[in-house]
């Protein structure tokens, strides 16, 4: 079992940057392939970024490439995405998970992190 808890979520303006954190606790963060989502409202999850138990790769929304930067401190346990360039449409409540394998199904989600973006 993977417990994942987000952070750093907020209001930020368009333009604007924002962290977010994901703090892994359970069994060994190394070995899992990690990955952020988003929901907006009345909309479904959708794929924002992952990144291998490396760190050595990682993959992004064609939404959010460029401006979003996905990273991992596996000593600390923690899951990161650096946000960038921000716009309103990228208003959502951000999840963090994580899977055993980059083509097993995602297993465990954190409870999740709004950012609001206004303009």
């Known amino acids: 079992q993977v417990q994942l808890v987000e952070s750093g979520g907020g209001l930020v303006q368009a333009g604007g940057s924002r962290r977010l954190s994901c703090a892994a606790s359970?069994?060994?963060?190394?070995?899992?392939?990690m990955g952020w989502f988003r929901q907006a409202p009345g909309k479904e999850r959708e794929f924002v970024a992952s990144i291998a138990w490396s760190g050595g790769s990682t993959y992004y929304a064609d939404s959010v490439k460029g401006r979003f930067s996905i990273s991992r401190d596996n000593a600390k346990n923690t899951l990161y995405l650096q946000m960038n360039s921000l716009k309103p449409e990228d208003t959502a409540v951000y999840y963090c998970a994580a899977r055993v394998t980059i083509v097993a199904i995602w297993n465990y989600w954190g409870q999740g992190t709004q950012v609001t973006v206004s303009s």
């Open positions: 359970g069994r060994t963060f190394t070995g899992y392939h």
